[in-house]
Nanobody, 127 residues
Framework: QVQLVESGGGLVQAGGSLRLSCAAS????????MGWFRQAPGKEREFVAV??????????DYAGSVKGRFTISRDNNKNTVYLQMNSLKPEDTAVYYC??????????????????WGQGTQVTVSS
């Protein structure tokens, strides 16, 4: 089992910044994807960003809607992944979830590929 705990959500004005954290514990593996997803009311859960550590090395990937504004990073010592969100827009308002899956090679943007999920943290961007 892997436990994920998110923090850092809140209310911010458009153009502002927030940093989300996701601390992992339990039976984490050395090769994995740790992703951020979000879900707005009445919408499906969508991919935001992913940090991958696989046999191919380390990599990151972003949804087109956040590329250039959001940055995902990792602190190995703390077993934590961060999502730095800059230039926030009202359409970024959602519950943000981090997710974990063990993998040797592949990187996935599909929510159904992930086995473990955090409880979610609300991000609200006012106009």
């Amino acid at each position: 089992q892997v436990q994920l705990v998110e923090s850092g959500g809140g209310l911010v004005q458009a153009g502002g910044s927030l940093r989300l954290s996701c601390a992992a514990s339990g039976r984490t593996t050395s090769r994995y994807n740790m992703g951020w997803f979000r879900q707005a009311p009445g919408k499906e859960r969508e991919f935001v960003a992913v940090f991958s550590e696989t046999f191919s090395g380390s990599s990151v990937d972003y949804a087109g809607s956040v590329k250039g504004r959001f940055t995902i990073s990792r602190d190995n010592n703390k077993n934590t992944v961060y999502l730095q969100m800059n230039s926030l827009k009202p359409e970024d308002t959602a519950v943000y979830y981090c997710a974990f899956r063990a993998t040797d090679w592949a990187t996935s943007q599909r929510a159904t590929s992930y086995d473990y999920w955090g409880q979610g943290t609300q991000v609200t961007v006012s106009s």
